[in-house]
């Protein structure tokens, strides 16, 4: 299965698709950045289904998208890994016609795409838990100092 001129079709839908979710447009970089992640994945199962060897990073891609995703408070993580899913809807609206044999390629490259998927939105949500204890440790040694100065300054804490 040879993608062609519909993989750029793809991967803009795809842009549009994850986007759209979005009451206010988002900013200029953060389009950029969903633009690339979309187009290096899009990349990677183009040269999957054609049998080939990658130049695309797809680990990077997927890390990319993954943490975005991860981010975002309105998404479960099963909706997280659906918007990966999603790719194989986008193709067929793009490419009807598409025959049973290009389109199981497809879908192993997209399913395959979504086991990494998850690992990295995994690894993501698990670094934005760490973070999120780091800081709330910050408050408690924050505070324990407060009170160690109040001690200092008024001798006890009122009752």
């Known amino acids: ?31 950029q950045y ?24 797809i680990v990077e891609a997927v890390d990319d998208l993954m943490r975005y995703l991860a981010t975002d408070g309105k998404l479960s993580p099963g909706d997280s890994i659906r918007q990966i899913l999603y790719l194989k809807t986008i193709a067929l609206k793009v490419d ?3 025959s049973k044999e290009e389109f199981f390629r497809f879908s ?14 995994m690894e993501a949500k698990e670094h934005i838990y760490l973070l999120r204890v780091k800081e709330k440790e910050r408050t408690i040694d924050m505070l324990r100092k407060a009170m160690s100065h109040y001690e200092e300054y008024y001798g006890s804490l009122p009752e």
Do not use: Q
Not at 38 to 52: A, L
Not at 116 to 121: G, N
């Open 1 to 31: 299965m040879k993608l062609g001129s519909r993989k750029d079709k793809i991967a803009k839908a795809w842009k549009e698709a994850l986007l759209s979710e979005y009451s206010v447009k988002p900013m200029i970089e953060i389009e």
């Open 34 to 57: 969903i633009e690339s992640c979309t187009k290096r994945i899009v990349d990677f199962v183009d040269s999957y289904c054609k049998g080939e060897k990658s130049d695309v990073d």
């Open 96 to 98: 009807p016609k598409m």
């Open 108 to 121: 192993n490259a997209v399913d395959d795409v979504a086991c990494l998927a998850f690992d990295k939105y």
